[in-house]
């Protein structure tokens, strides 16, 4: 991911930089991107679709608007048979993110992703790799860069490093940010997160998906259940993290010294809002926020009015 230098160092210095991703899962449950490929289609087809979903991140507290990118690059778009719309599809993106981000004062950021085409047992795949992404960011950037590692495996990336020593690499080569997102939910990513913080100079991100991921099932691929033959990606919502929980996450990644705190695959804009206020903020969002006091039942002036229906439900006084 790619942020205007100097504006992204500024908010850093200030405090923390809430970030919000998540956009192929939650365009996919609205019926614009087709699951399996991922292929961010919608920036062309319907861009008033990502227009609205930028802006409900950003009236939920989201500090930066991140292009809809993710998988816009040749290999994939080949396999949809739409690799003539490669730079059409990365510069719509960047435009619909800026013009989201400038009606709330939000930061722009390129994504680029995994490609699929690495073997780090096959020397010939790093060229390759290396034509894609220099392919790709060519149409967004010249900016520094946030680098995140997605954590699939327990302690170590497809070539070997451990996550720790790989954040510290890719520190002394210059990003801005390191850190991990996507595939490990809160529970497992915060452990791994405080190694890196001890062990990194530079700012540092943490984007975990909202899923309950534990020590036996540490990411979200790995989750199971009695009855799916697969949870992931379809059936994760068994495992779905509640708004609470990522603003305990939230919290927690504040109390690690973690600077640029996110949420990614299965982000909804009802979780953004959670962790911002949980770290004192009141977004545009805010105005609508529970106010339970009122609710009908469980409000604090119901106990008195309906009994029975307060002991349909089981609410005690």
Known sequence: MTATGSALAGRLGRGIVLGAEGYVFELERRGYIKAGPYVPEVVLDFPDAVIELHREFLRAGADVMVALTYYAHREKL?????ESDLEAMNRQAV???QQVAAEGGALVAGNV???WAYDPQDPATVDVVRAMYTEQLGLELGLPAMVTLASTQPATTFDGYDYVEACKVLAGHGATVVGLNCDRGPATMLPLIARIRDQVDCAVAAQPVPYRTAEASPTMESLRTDGIDRVFPLALEPFSCTRFEMAD??????DLGVNYLGICCGAGPHHVRAMAEALGRTVPASNYSPAMDLHPILGTTAISQDPGVLTAWNVTS
């Open 95 to 97: 435009r619909l993110a």
């Open 78 to 82: 080949r396999q949809l048979g739409r």
């Open 249 to 254: 996450f939230a919290v927690a990644a504040r």
């Open 113 to 115: 992703c995994n490609t």
